[in-house]
């Protein structure tokens, strides 16, 4: 099955700076790679995706790039703001129907 | 449009105790999913439903059954709790076809197993 590492896990920043979280995944047959992030108390929520035939995808504050060749992604953050202080979980497709997700990174911003 | 519904939010269970967590979607989606989330493990599919009337394993399936009731509702049942089973549980539903695997998740439910 796809085993998906994420690293670091835990990351503090400084208000208005960026964040970097990178994942790596092993199964090159997996084609879609989601970013959930998950504030405390509530489930998991998509808030990026890239499918495997894109290296770069953004969304105002956020992106995502992919290497599809090393078998890694990132999340970036930048401009980073207080409500973005949560878990941030990546995942990538396995099978026809699954997510592999990682351990989850702890993103702390620091006001 | 209340999306993913879980019931309880919260149990308590004495070891060999049984109980149904529950979950229900409004949004007409065929996928459904039930994981648990422990420290420092991420998310970790227990059971899956890729459409009514079809159930399949998931990474730790030991230990729960699982009810695809209709396209709406999927139980999770433990039969005999054991303490190794107290965590967050997130039940699932999925939009999209082919590639595209966009879950969205409920609450979760906490259980304690003592």
């Known amino acids: 099955g796809e085993n998906v590492e994420q690293h670091p896990s835990t990351l503090s920043v400084q208000e208005g700076d960026s964040a970097v979280i990178k994942c790596t995944y092993s199964?090159?047959?997996?084609?879609?790679f989601p970013w959930y992030k998950q504030e405390l108390g509530k489930g998991p929520q998509l808030i990026i995706d890239?499918?495997?035939?894109?290296g770069e995808k953004k969304d105002q504050r956020i992106a995502v790039t992919l290497n599809k060749t090393a078998k890694h992604f990132s999340l970036h953050i930048t401009e980073t703001q207080p409500e973005d202080s949560a878990v941030y979980f990546c995942?990538?497709?396995?099978?026809?129907?699954?997510?592999?997700f990682g351990k989850g990174n702890q993103v702390v911003v620091i006001p | 449009n209340a999306g993913v519904t879980q019931t309880p939010k919260f149990q308590v269970l004495k070891t060999g105790q049984s109980m149904t967590l529950q979950c229900a979607q409004d949004?007409?989606?065929?996928?459904m999913y039930w994981y648990r989330q422990d420290p420092g493990m991420g998310l970790r599919l227990i059971y899956y439903?890729?459409?009514?009337?079809?159930?399949d394993k998931g990474e730790v399936p030991n230990g729960y059954n699982v009810s695809r009731l209709n396209k709406r509702e999927f139980s999770l049942r433990l039969e005999s709790a054991a303490p190794s089973q107290t965590s967050v549980y997130f039940c699932?539903?999925?939009?999209?076809?082919?590639?595209?695997?966009?879950?969205?998740f409920g609450a979760g439910t906490r259980l304690s197993v003592l």
């Open positions: 199964d090159s047959a997996s084609n879609y």
């Open positions: 995942a990538a497709t396995y099978g026809n129907n699954r997510l592999a």
């Open positions: 949004m007409n989606h065929n996928s």
């Open positions: 890239i499918r495997s035939n894109v």
């Open positions: 699932a539903s999925r939009v999209g076809t082919g590639y595209k695997n966009i879950q969205y």
């Open positions: 439903s890729a459409s009514e009337g079809t159930t």
